[in-house]
């Protein structure tokens, strides 16, 4: 696997990921075609060494697991995190309007989004419809409209000489995406829409009535490269599904000595209170049923380190006075060991370490970020997770600029170069630190 085959596939992942609920839906497609076993947490679990497993939480939420060899039981397990939300638009459950002719979709915005960019960009829309099927059954289905479908156009410079300067957005009345125009008296309401969508996605299912759903808007237009050589590669979701990517391939793709797990997390952009956030019972539950006696849970808890995986922020060439000058980080140079004095992210000085001898035994070079000390940092599952399992834990990720637009923006080389260091973290055959 070179770096232009693994950004290719990654390209395929974005494009056929546009919310949560589709990204744990292609990942799980992934994990069988590999040979991982789907578990359901309403099920008893039979769990055999040397197999690899996983499970779902049926709200955009996935754990996966191999079993090394040895006693799982008394070893400890290389841990992964990603998340797999991103800030965006959502459609609200009534969100039909006949406007001047217009008919709009009324949306709330999903977690600490940069809502200028949204404007006049093509938009469509996908998420999950719950619906009572003929035969009276519920059911819930993936729906990805797939086309341009929306745009929410800027107010023309004519009506508002100051746009330039300061130019306050307000949600309820400016992010008002147009589906269409009323050319009479009816307009197709938007159930009505994704009726007819289920209709081609699913041709067997006979759909009685749309009871809810929880639908996105996203970018239409591809990831792509740009750059004179290519160098910059830019996309929706890269925050954070640049790393459920990497998670994915390299648990995927490890030779299977150890112990080795990949934690997918919903809702870290809205703070990661949920059943499937970060602070929600999955991954304690998950590990509690691996190994349910807790002397022996905790010793292998003891011997256990954890990579929690988000972007990171590089330096902005015409802001550098928002970066500290002494962690400039640059994109294409390396993974990012993210730190922060009130623990916003669980990297120590230990971890940091453990981080950096993993990259430079595959000659990957590695960068350090901290925030400006007049500036508050965000946050991360790294902290959250930590707090709840007792393992050691460092926080990196891929540098990215424009973090949280509708378009963000990393390097070519980096998600390549972030996948090199996983993928060596889950394979090497004894941690740094351990007897050997």
Request: proline content about 5%; charged content about 20%.
């Amino acid at each position: 696997m070179n770096e232009h085959a693994f950004n290719d596939d990654f390209f395929k992942f974005l494009i056929a990921s546009p919310t949560p609920f589709h990204a744990v839906s292609t990942m799980a497609t992934r994990f069988r075609n590999h040979g991982f076993q789907q578990l359901r947490e309403q099920d008893s679990w039979k769990l055999e060494e040397g197999n690899t497993y996983f499970v779902i939480r049926e709200d955009g939420a996935l754990i996966a697991f191999s079993l090394g060899s040895k006693a799982y039981a008394t070893e400890g397990f290389r841990i992964l995190g990603a998340h797999t939300d991103s800030p965006c638009l959502q459609i609200k459950p009534l969100p039909d309007i006949n406007n001047q002719h217009y008919h709009q979709l009324s949306v709330e915005i999903y977690g600490g989004a940069l809502l200028n960019p949204w404007f006049d960009r093509v938009l469509s829309v996908a998420g999950r419809v719950c619906c009572r099927t003929v035969d009276n059954s519920l059911q819930t289905l993936l729906v990805d409209l797939n086309r341009p479908l929306l745009i929410i156009p800027s107010l023309a410079i004519h009506f508002d000489r100051e746009a330039n300067k300061i130019h306050p957005i307000n949600a309820q009345q400016h992010l008002i995406p147009l589906i269409s125009q009323v050319v009479s008296d009816t307009f197709p309401v938007f159930k009505t829409i994704l009726r007819e969508q289920i209709s081609r996605e699913y041709q067997d299912r006979d759909v009685a009535e749309i009871l809810g759903f929880d639908m996105f808007c996203y970018d239409a237009q591809p990831p792509c490269h740009v750059g004179y050589k290519n160098e910059f590669i830019s996309a929706s979701r890269l925050d954070n599904l640049l790393s459920c990517f990497v998670g994915m391939r390299s648990i995927l793709e490890a030779d299977g000595n150890g112990n080795c797990m990949f934690i997918c997390n919903n809702h870290e952009e809205t703070g990661s209170t949920s059943a499937t956030g970060a602070l929600g019972s999955l991954p304690v539950a998950t590990i509690e049923r691996l190994i349910p006696e807790v002397e022996t849970r905790q010793i292998c808890l003891g011997k256990s380190f954890f990579i929690s995986m988000d972007n990171a922020h590089g330096v902005h060439p015409n802001y550098t006075d928002k970066s500290d000058p002494s962690h400039s980080i640059q994109l294409n140079h390396g993974p990012v060991i993210k730190i922060n004095a009130n623990q916003r992210y669980a990297t120590n000085s230990f971890s940091n370490a453990y981080f950096q001898v993993l990259a430079n035994e595959v000659g990957v070079k590695t960068q350090e970020f901290v925030m400006r000390s007049d500036m508050a940092c965000g946050s991360t599952i790294g902290p959250l997770i930590a707090s709840q399992l007792g393992v050691r834990t460092v926080d990196v990720g891929a540098p990215s600029l424009a973090m949280h637009s509708i378009r963000e923006l990393t390097g070519s080389q980096d998600p390549y170069l972030l996948y090199q260091t996983i993928l060596h973290f889950l394979s090497r055959k004894h941690l740094p630190g351990e007897k050997q």
